[in-house]
């Protein structure tokens, strides 16, 4: 049984119109609060990792400075993300080829910011809601959303660890040395020969666990912010 088109615009998830002035503000004010909560946790993390120490590095003093200029920067991003990957949805919406709608989502995702991570969590965050709606036999609600958007963070978190290892190892490098070249699969390698499977996986479980907190904040905030704005636009006159 599937739930009618009237009971599906009022729900978070609802395509019944592009939407796309909900979507920028949407993806902007989901931008801005993850910034808010998560970077003080960035900052204490960075502090407790100081060589140091924690006080030393600044203690608890101070966790929110730098805060304006990440959320300036990043309500823009997330808006311009979260509308290239509702129109990008929307021009390819079919209900005739559900098989296609992994794809369908990873390329909106890869439009909207082209890094293996969004393609590993946008298809698994709409695959969840999917699945999620198939069993209650209702769209899924803002809530039940975050909750996907948790699962998908912390699994991609995951996947995309040895990446995020090569990067952090690129940054961390020498100089003139091999791996200060950028070359991610040269930086792969290296980890691996020296320390293995461990190594490519460092810091997984941080990551998952920061990762994860992210994605329910995101894009909780994201589909609850968007479905509020499309209910007062439709209670326009």
Same mark, same amino acid.
């Given at each position: 049984m599937r739930a009618s088109s009237d009971s599906l615009g009022g729900v978070c998830g609802a395509m019944d119109r592009p939407g796309f002035t909900a979507s920028l503000v949407a993806g902007g004010v989901a931008g801005v609060a993850v910034d808010l909560i998560l970077f003080?946790?960035?900052t204490i993390k960075t502090r407790l990792q100081s060589p140091q120490g924690f006080n030393k590095a600044g203690g608890f003093r101070g966790i929110y400075a730098g805060v304006p200029s990440a959320a300036i920067g990043s309500f823009p991003n997330a808006?311009?993300?979260f509308i290239t990957y509702e129109y990008v949805k929307w021009l390819w919406h079919t209900? #005739? /080829? /559900?098989?296609l709608m992994p794809v369908k989502h990873m390329l909106a995702a890869s439009a909207g910011e082209v890094i293996p991570f969004s393609l590993v969590q946008?298809?698994?965050?709409? #695959?969840?809601?999917?699945?999620?709606?198939w069993r209650q036999d209702h769209v899924v609600d803002c809530w039940q959303s975050a909750v996907c958007g948790a699962f998908a963070g912390g699994f991609a978190a995951a996947v995309t660890t040895p990446l995020d290892v090569a990067k952090t190892r690129i940054m961390l490098a020498k100089a003139g040395s091999s791996t200060a070249s950028g070359n991610v699969l040269s930086a792969l390698h290296g980890v691996w020969r020296t320390q293995g499977l461990s190594g490519l996986f460092a810091g997984v479980f941080p990551r998952m666990a920061a990762i994860s907190l992210g994605g329910f904040i995101f894009l909780g905030a994201y589909e609850q912010t968007r479905s509020l704005l499309l209910e007062l636009g439709r209670e326009r006159p």
């Open positions: 003080p946790l960035d808006a311009a993300f209900d #005739s /080829s /559900s098989y946008f298809p698994l965050w709409e #695959s969840l809601k999917a699945l999620w709606s």
